[in-house]
Each structure stands twice: as C-alpha cells, then as structure tokens.
C-alpha cells in the first residue's frame, strides 16, 4: 500500500477515534458473501446511525453484499461517512445492487446557507445493467437515476470508489432546483478523487439529459482528480452522454489528471457556470466530439483555464453502430473542441494552453472540423493541432475571430 494511502487511513482512524461513532452494518444482520439480500441490515444501520449521531462513521467489512434497494441517507445537518473497509491489497467491499433506480441516494434539503456533510470512500458499486437494444428496458425513457446521487449538501467527499455497470448517472452531485437558487444554497465543496467509472452509460438522444460519468451542478468550489471514467462500447454497445459535466452556477473546478477513455458522446461539457475553472493534465479520448463549452459571458464571471490536456479520438472504432446525440448528422460542429459564447463582451474569459488536439484518421472521424470556435472570447496559445495523415486536410473554424498564438499546427490543418 503507498505511503498516501497509509496516511489516508490514519487520517480516518483519528478522524473516528475523535469525532465519530462506528455502527458496523455486521452488527444490523449484514452478513457478506452469502449471496442473500443485505438491504434491511444497511438501512436499519444508516437509519440508526443518523438518528442517534451527528457525526456517524457507518462502516461495511470487506467481503461482498447483495443490495435489493436503493440505500438512502436523509439528513440534514450532519456530518455523515459511509466508509468501506480497505486492506493492505487494496481490496474493498463490494456492493452488489439489483435495484434498477438510484443505487445510494444522500439527500438533504434545499438551504440558505446549504447544510450538511456527505463522505464516502473504499466501495465498489455494481449494477446489473444490460447491453444496449432496442428492447431495452431503460433506454431512451425519460426517467433518470444515479448510482451515486448526492444532493443539497454543502460538503461532499468521494474517495475510491469504483462504480460498474449501471445506467443512467454515475455520481450525481446537484441541488434539487438547479437554476434561481440563493448562491449559498450551493455545494460549498466537492472532492471526487481516486475513483473509477466502468461501464456507466444511458441513451436518450431526444432530450439529451443523462448517461454522464459524473455530473456536477451548483457547485462552489471542487477538486476531480485522479479518476477514471470508461465506457466500453464493445460490451455495453451504446454511449453515455458525457464523460464529466460541469453546470448551472457552478465555480472554481479543479478537474486534474483524469482519464476519460472513451465510449461517450463527448468526454467533457461545460455549460451555463460562473468559471474560475481549470481544467489541467486530462487525457479525453474515443470521441469526435471531445469537449463542449456554452458559455454566457454575462454569468462567466471568473476565466476558465483549458492547460495540458490531450483531445483525441483516437479508439474509436470505425463503422460502428453507436448513435451520436450533439450535433448529430452535422459535418462541421461535431469537432475536438466546440466552442460557443453569447453577449457583446471582447473580454478573453477562455485560455487554451499547451493541450494537444489530435485527429486520429484510422479511428472514426466524420468531420471536416478539428476546432469549431464560436465565440470571441476565446485565446488559443501554444498548443498542438495534428493528424494522423499529414496529406488529409482538416480546418480550425475560428467562426468567433478569437486569438490564435504561437500554435504548432501541421500543414494540413487550415485555420479559417
């Protein structure tokens, strides 16, 4: 075990031995690795923990456990930890859910200041989805669920989790009205770091509106470090929406050195935020679609950084029967990077620096575009534009007139 993850527990142990009680679902009637249903045994010990305590440390030993339901911490004004056990081989528990709507749902209410404090760290979530068809029993409905929903929080910490298998939203962090809400009203802070997302996906290209790895709204500060999100398409035969969302009112994200390795829609979507985010030494990969940013510039209060990122489509299978939801059909936006602003503003609010847009021709890419720049707003500077076939042409459409500054572009790639 790394010295990080040693330190990690001691931190936990001190945090337990001075603030928190234990309640150990063994000691509720869980029983692991008896392949029957622990529902009843989690929820009496959830229920029993947040009831008695203000700071309850809910604890599950390593070993596997059969969840019927969905699990649901309601509470307000608490600081609650749902902590799996972790061995020196890093191995967890794992929960096993066979319910087909949220799987763990923190809840709270919609407060001014927003109240409350949700921790969970070292589970493995597993769902029982199916591959995509057209007789599937969720697709395309206009019903959404979260492996991983915590909302009206005011803190909220995620930390080695793994989340397989599932449909619909994997972690799921927002206020319940998203928009017209008291700025305190938000997440003062959010942590998701360490974690995996296998597997998540959902399909609804009429309203567009789920099947991302993690979704992030009304959101004052995060941090998204170290996390890896994938969807392989060969066993689940369908994209996810995207692979992180950031929206609606949310500020200074932190989304460092993760991996979106492929089978969504697009890998990052920004949209409607108040900006103060960086977004730095990311690997976005398997889509011709690898970023959208809709900004207004009038609610951009705070520049975004884009810095030592790689956009590539490179994964991507050919001739595949994977159904595109943005700009689907359209041979120019769908592109690396789509970029639009509104308002009248000239201000440089959006920094691309040093990040590598790469064009993969021996994967799929059915665009002529490689960056489709709507907005005014925007600086590109010294970052790399290429192919994989210098002698096929491809265009950056700087539509917005924005800055470009000490690029590397190869020759094949024309800036209009």
Not at 11 to 16: A, C, G, I, R, T
Not at 299 to 322: H, M, R, S
Request: aromatic share 14%; charged share 20%; glycine share 6%.
């Amino acid at each position: 075990m790394t010295e990080k993850k040693y330190f990690t527990i001691i931190l936990m142990f001190v945090y337990f031995a001075l603030n928190a009680k234990e309640y150990n679902v063994l000691n509720y009637g869980a029983i692991p690795n008896d392949n029957k249903d622990d529902w009843n045994a989690f929820q009496n010990c959830i229920n029993e923990a947040i009831k008695e305590n203000d700071k309850p440390y809910i604890y599950v030993p390593i070993g596997s456990y059969n969840i019927s339901r969905e699990l649901t911490f309601d509470f307000l004004d608490k600081d609650v930890n749902f902590i799996g056990e972790i061995n020196k081989k890093n191995i967890v528990p794992t929960l096993n859910f066979t319910s087909s709507t949220n799987l763990i749902w923190a809840k709270g209410y919609l407060c001014n200041p927003s109240k409350g404090v949700f921790r969970i760290n070292n589970l493995i979530i597993s769902s029982n989805n199916l591959p995509y068809s057209v007789n599937h029993p969720k697709a395309n409905k206009d019903q959404w669920s979260a492996a991983l929903a915590i909302a009206d929080k005011s803190e909220a910490y995620i930390n080695n989790i793994t989340i397989k298998n599932f449909y619909g939203q994997g972690i799921y962090i927002s206020a319940t009205q998203q928009v017209g809400i008291n700025e305190n009203s938000r997440f003062k802070y959010v942590e998701i770091i360490n974690s995996k997302i296998f597997d998540v996906w959902g399909y609804n290209p009429k309203k567009d509106d789920y099947g991302d790895g993690i979704y992030l709204a009304n959101i004052s500060s995060a941090v998204i470090k170290n996390n890896i999100i994938f969807n392989n398409t060969v066993k689940t035969k369908q994209l996810g929406r995207c692979g992180i969302v950031v929206e609606y009112m949310s500020e200074n994200v932190q989304i460092i050195c993760n991996e979106v390795k492929g089978g969504y829609d697009r890998p990052i979507h920004f949209e409607s935020t108040f900006g103060g985010h960086t977004v730095q030494d990311n690997f976005f990969k398997g889509s011709d679609m690898g970023l959208i940013l809709s900004e207004s510039i009038k609610d951009l209060n705070k520049p975004i950084l884009f810095k030592n990122n790689y956009f590539t489509n490179e994964g991507l299978e050919k001739q595949n029967n994977l159904s595109k939801t943005f700009a689907k059909g359209n041979y120019g936006d769908r592109a690396l990077a789509y970029i639009v602003t509104d308002g009248d503003s000239n201000e440089i609010k959006i920094l691309f620096d040093s990040n590598i847009f790469f064009v993969d021709f021996n994967s799929q890419y059915d665009s002529n575009a490689l960056i489709n720049n709507r907005s005014k707003n925007v600086k590109f500077k010294n970052n790399s534009f290429k192919t994989s076939n210098s002698d096929q042409t491809i265009y950056i459409f700087n539509y917005g007139k924005s800055n470009f500054y000490n690029n590397i572009m190869q020759k094949s790639v024309i800036l209009k």
